[in-house]
């Protein structure tokens, strides 16, 4: 589950001590809240109906030696010690993998790739030898497109397990917190109570993300640290009250003796005890909020022996009491003496809640990412923090996940089928980062094959029995992820291949740039003054969507830039990498391209600052451009142009400056200043250029028209495409993209909403594309 809470900026490379345990500390309350939260229902999942413990203690035993060893060997070995080592740039999760995946292999989804992509920083050049095996599959998965695929589908069904467990976490976590007051109450009532608390619970919950988490953050880690310090107290108190010897039960000899007596039921019941690791691969996942040092150091110090000693302290209290009648329940609160349910009930709600905001805001982002790499529809992503970048709201999945949490409460209305659900969604993405990690060791770290076969034989191995025992529970609630992946797969899929055929179409249909040259200065058209932004997806090639504009309407901006806003398979680009500028055709004409790179963690700017660095760059790309013969770039290609890496202003000390003021005039020492001297009623746009180097005279006439274009106003060309297939094409494909592809972008983002685009500034044009 690839978990993107956000609630703590990136730390730096370089920590002391003090900071280490400082992201430490704050990492409990983002990492841990749903592994800390799992004592609630496992045992009462795993005796659901599968096994019924006897007058001896071997159930008990088999079970919490199933619990230790699975949290000793999967979070333990394979997330801490192992997979955390595995990130990209510092970030994690599913994605991460697949990123380093794509450009160690050169396979990339994104169908606007640059071979200028990889000069950026984020690309790790890695000079390693390869082992001749590696050089095999890496050249296998260049060149065949169905392998490609194959790696996309797997990146893909690990995101839709992550959203399945958005919907199943909250739910039942927040249950089995509640489920407390069935001691806590009368016996006869608190089958009454508790599906509308929890679903009163989870609705507050949803209705208070669009406030986001900074102002609450902090109360966090207090939380988890209180919770996992109150279970451990209680696993203290009853292991020494109740039966002292029950450390016996980590004795692997255990589970054998269990499985012996059990057979069926008892491998049945392991998709019970597979909730005790439900959130370890948050630890991988928010790797990027914090450090793999500081996430070490939580787990092994605080919140593995937390875990142990609450499980022991559970088998303990079960070992001394076993089933007398038909209505006793197996559960956490069984195990909490008396007078300290109340309270306990208190803390264990607020740490599920805790838990469920960490995978809601990991569902969030997790979408996030599928969107930036084309998988998945636009939508609007609220930043509710100006100085976290990693804390987003996306109100549309928001409400969704809601309306599917409460029908989970609400339909199942018991820990059991809950777990099934919960359990085989958890499991489906922990093998898919085994399946990608088998994949990172021989084509990224070089590894030997042998080693890459023993991780994914050995975790495989006891993931895929854990796999099967809850696949066995389809009918009995684990249908629910299956069930939810694959509509989120079909949204996927359907999404990511009509912006493909999309995207072929424009490349087959763009316009040479002799056919632009052979229009003259003027484009044949007229020039009036301003800005115009021409938003298009591809990075060379004029798009078809200006050609069908100056058919229809003769009339363009003095100065036009062709926008290209792209995602790189890198979490963030650099902010002096930020731009690709270039010129098309002679500098006369005023034709720009402009590339704007992100990676699939960023945060992309507002509209004022992203204008603003838009202009200064192509302003400071003017500037220290060159001009050839005959008024053209010196390295202008046959085709198109040169592009050159042009970062933002705030990078370039001695760069240019832009200001926009209502009438100020001064300057600053040693530099010179280029001012219109076109009065405008609205404001005054000002270049501050540095003295060296000295610019000729043609660049600086390019300049000054930059800046009148700028004081005249910029406006956006959007293209609405309408998208459909061919005639000729497969009824199957019709479908989706006639109906599917067709549905999902009218009802999705525009391309440029990030930006947000003023109304008054946008102007629309529309195109029919037959794919």
Request: with cysteine; glycine share 8%.
């Amino acid at each position: 589950m690839d978990l993107e809470s956000g609630v703590y900026q990136n730390p730096v490379k370089n920590e002391s001590w003090r900071t280490v345990l400082i992201l430490a500390y704050q990492s409990l309350g983002v990492v841990y809240g749903d592994l800390s939260t799992s004592p609630l229902y496992v045992y009462k999942s795993t005796f659901a109906d599968d096994i019924e413990h006897s007058e001896t203690n071997e159930e008990i035993f088999g079970v919490l030696s199933f619990v230790f060893w699975t949290l000793t060997l999967v979070p333990l070995l394979k997330y801490v010690l192992i997979v955390l080592k595995a990130d990209d740039n510092g970030e994690g999760g599913t994605f991460a993998l697949y990123s380093l995946l794509c450009r160690h292999a050169r396979v990339n989804s994104l169908p606007n790739y640059q071979l200028a992509d990889e000069e950026v920083s984020s690309y790790k050049k890695d000079i390693t030898p390869q082992t001749s095996f590696g050089k095999s599959l890496k050249s296998a998965l260049e060149r065949h497109i169905v392998l490609q695929k194959c790696l996309l589908l797997l990146a893909l069904v690990g995101a839709c397990m992550v959203i399945g467990d958005g919907v199943l976490t909250p739910a039942i976590s927040v249950f089995s917190a509640v489920s407390g007051l069935e001691l806590a109450m009368a016996k006869e009532h608190h089958k009454y109570v508790e599906v509308p608390v929890a679903c009163i619970v989870l609705i507050a919950l949803f209705a208070l993300q669009h406030y986001g988490t900074h102002r609450v953050g902090f109360l966090f880690a207090p939380v988890v640290i209180m919770w996992l310090l109150c279970i451990s107290a209680i696993g203290v108190y009853n292991i020494f009250h109740w039966n002292p010897h029950v450390y016996q039960a980590l004795s692997p000899h255990y589970m054998y003796k269990f499985l012996k007596k059990t057979q069926r039921g008892g491998w049945m019941s392991l998709g019970g005890i597979l909730l005790c690791i439900t959130g370890s691969e948050a630890m991988f996942a928010d790797l990027g909020h914090f450090s793999q040092l500081s996430i070490q150091i939580a787990f092994t110090s605080v919140v593995y022996p937390s875990l142990i000693l609450a499980y022991m302290g559970q088998a303990a209290y079960l070992s001394q009491h076993h089933v007398i009648n038909n209505n006793y329940q197996i559960g956490f609160y069984v195990s909490v003496p008396e007078k300290l349910r109340w309270p306990v009930l208190a803390i264990a709600i607020l740490a599920a809640v805790v838990g469920s905001q960490a995978i809601i805001t990991g569902t969030f982002s997790i979408i996030k990412q599928c969107s930036a790499l084309g998988c998945f529809p636009r939508v609007k992503i609220v930043h509710t923090s100006s100085k976290v970048h990693g804390q987003i709201y996306i109100p549309e999945i928001n409400w969704i996940l809601m309306l599917l949490c409460l029908a989970v409460t609400v339909g199942f209305r018991d820990t059991k089928r809950m777990g099934n659900a919960s359990g085989l969604a958890v499991i489906t993405g922990m093998l898919v980062t085994t399946c990608l990690m088998s994949l990172v060791i021989v084509i990224c770290w070089h590894w030997s094959v042998f080693l890459a076969i023993s991780f994914i034989f050995f975790f495989g191995t006891i993931e895929a029995l854990y796999f099967s025992a809850s696949l066995i529970k389809f009918l009995d609630g684990a249908w629910v992820p299956i069930a939810l992946s694959f509509i989120f797969m079909i949204v996927m899929y359907v999404w990511h291949y009509g912006t493909l055929k999309k995207y072929e179409f424009d490349v087959q249909n763009k316009v040479s740039v002799d056919w632009l040259l052979s229009l003259g200065p003027s484009l044949g058209i007229v020039r009036v003054r301003g800005i115009g932004l021409m938003h298009t997806e591809l990075v060379s090639g004029i798009p078809a969507i200006f050609s069908h504009f100056v058919t229809n309407l003769p009339a363009f901006h003095q100065v036009l830039v062709f926008l290209c806003v792209k995602n790189v398979p890198v979490p963030h680009i650099q902010h002096n990498e930020r731009f690709l500028v270039g010129h098309i055709g002679p500098r006369e004409y005023r034709l720009y391209r402009c590339i704007v790179r992100y990676g699939y963690c960023d945060v992309q700017m507002d509209d004022l600052a992203f204008e603003k660095d838009l202009v200064c760059s192509i302003a400071e790309f003017i500037r220290n451009r060159k001009a050839g013969p005959n008024g053209m770039d010196e390295d202008l290609g046959e085709e198109d142009e040169k592009m050159a890496v042009v970062g933002t202003p705030s990078t370039r000390a001695k760069g240019i400056k832009m200001s926009e003021d209502e009438g100020d005039d001064g300057g600053s020492a040693g530099t010179s200043e280029i001012q219109s001297q076109v009065t405008r009623p609205r404001k005054r746009v000002r270049f501050v250029v540095p003295e060296s180097p000295e610019m000729g005279t043609s660049a600086l006439e390019e300049l000054k028209e930059l800046m009148e274009a700028r004081e005249a106003g910029l406006a956006y060309i959007l293209g609405n495409s309408y998208v459909s297939a061919k005639q000729g094409s497969s009824l199957l494909k019709k479908l989706v993209i006639n109906y599917g592809y067709d549905l999902l972008r009218r009802n999705s983002r525009a391309h440029t909403y990030a930006l947000n685009v003023p109304h008054a500034s946008t102007l629309e044009v529309g195109m029919a594309c037959h794919v």
